[in-house]
């Protein structure tokens, strides 16, 4: 694709279910990176995928989120057990090399725990 | 530790006038100093950046300067027009990964 696309656009959940978001960077980034944002606030680094290398977790709030990606591409983030706090807009974002290049966001998934 | 610090963290500014936004890094191996620009309800996008072998990039109406003595960049804006409102976030490599500054939003009045 010419993006980085995620889905879904939304999501409303109850609290206590799990869900997973999905990313699909663009093609050929080896970096991807995870951000939560709540409403007015910055950009919450969450984890970060760079290559064959293990994954920088060290953003993930509690042992309750949780992310993959396989083949080094198309990312999953996991929520367990979602809370109402959890609500927020989830980012995801790729980028050609490690930090030194321009990081292409997604639209994000804005999560509702209700 | 691995931070971008950036102040101010609001800043009303009256049409015409400039901005400038403030950036420091931990780093010192950090080499490329990204500006993204966030409008209510869209994504971050990029909207200047420069590396570490200038001192300063100029696009219009937009600039950053860099001190890489200081681990200091900034971000300024000319002659501001309300369409420039929005969140702007500064960014980093830190340890490889691109980490950014905690936000400036900046209002434009007419």
């Known amino acids: 694709g010419a993006g980085v696309s995620q889905s879904p656009s939304n999501k409303v959940t109850e609290k206590g279910k799990d869900v997973e978001l999905r990313c699909d960077p663009i093609?050929?980034?080896?970096?991807l990176y995870w951000y939560r944002q709540s409403l007015g606030q910055g950009l919450e680094f969450l984890i970060y995928?760079?290559?064959?290398?293990?994954?920088?977790k060290s953003g993930l709030p509690s042992d309750r989120f949780s992310a993959e990606r396989t083949g080094g591409s198309v990312s999953t983030l996991t929520i367990q057990r979602t809370q109402q706090e959890d609500s927020a807009v989830y980012l995801c974002?790729?980028?050609?090399?490690?930090?030194?290049?321009?990081?292409?966001f997604g639209q994000g998934t804005r999560l509702t725990v209700v | 530790g691995e931070n971008v610090e950036q102040h101010p963290s609001t800043l009303s500014v009256q049409e015409g006038d400039s901005a400038v936004i403030k950036c420091t890094y931990s780093?010192?191996?950090?080499?490329?100093f990204p500006w993204y620009k966030q409008e209510l309800g869209k994504r971050p996008q990029l909207i200047i950046d420069?590396?570490?072998?200038?001192g300063e990039k100029k696009d219009q109406r937009i600039a950053v300067t860099l001190n890489k003595t200081a681990k200091h960049f900034s971000l300024h804006i000319t002659e501001t027009q309300p369409e420039d409102s929005a969140v702007y976030f500064c960014?980093?490599?830190?340890?490889?990964?691109?980490?950014f500054g905690t936000g400036t939003r900046l209002l434009v009045s007419p």
């Open positions: 974002a790729s980028s050609h090399g490690a930090g030194g290049t321009e990081a292409f």
């Open positions: 420069i590396r570490s072998n200038v």
């Open positions: 995928f760079q290559g064959n290398s293990a994954p920088d």
């Open positions: 960014a980093a490599p830190i340890f490889q990964k691109l980490v």
């Open positions: 093609s050929g980034h080896t970096a």
């Open positions: 780093d010192s191996a950090s080499n490329y």
